[in-house]
């Protein structure tokens, strides 16, 4: 089993920055791809950002040159830092990783005001 606990989140304002960070325990030599992915009020979830076990990254669009996908194997933990925030940018963001089954965490808010 495989469990994702998400922190980092919370309230700023437009145009500051919030690192994520998602912590990973269990059987983790399971998981290939380590992504974030974001919900917002009344909107479908969506991927943001995913990163796999041999370090290639991949953005949606609207988090391309604002948002960075790392991974620390040594610590188990992926990490979204995510600068120039935008109000669009509200969500619940949760974690996700892809092996031999799919994992989320339970999600953490952002929040940015204008």
């Known amino acids: 089993q495989v469990q994702l606990v998400e922190s980092g989140g919370g309230l700023v304002q437009a145009g500051g920055s919030l690192r994520l960070s998602c912590a990973v325990s269990?059987?983790?030599?399971?998981?290939?791809?380590m992504g974030w992915y974001r919900q917002a009020p009344g909107k479908a979830r969506e991927l943001v950002a995913f990163?796999?076990?041999?370090?290639?990254?991949n953005y949606v669009d609207s988090a391309k040159g604002r948002f960075t996908i790392s991974r620390d194997n040594a610590k188990s933990t992926v990490y979204l830092q995510m600068n120039s925030l935008k109000p669009e940018d509200t969500a619940v963001y949760h974690c996700?990783?892809?092996?031999?089954?799919?994992?989320w965490g339970r999600g953490t808010q952002v929040t940015v005001s204008s």
């Open positions: 996700n990783g892809v092996g031999w089954n799919t994992y």
């Open positions: 269990g059987i983790i030599f399971s998981i290939n791809t």
């Open positions: 990163i796999t076990s041999g370090g290639e990254t």
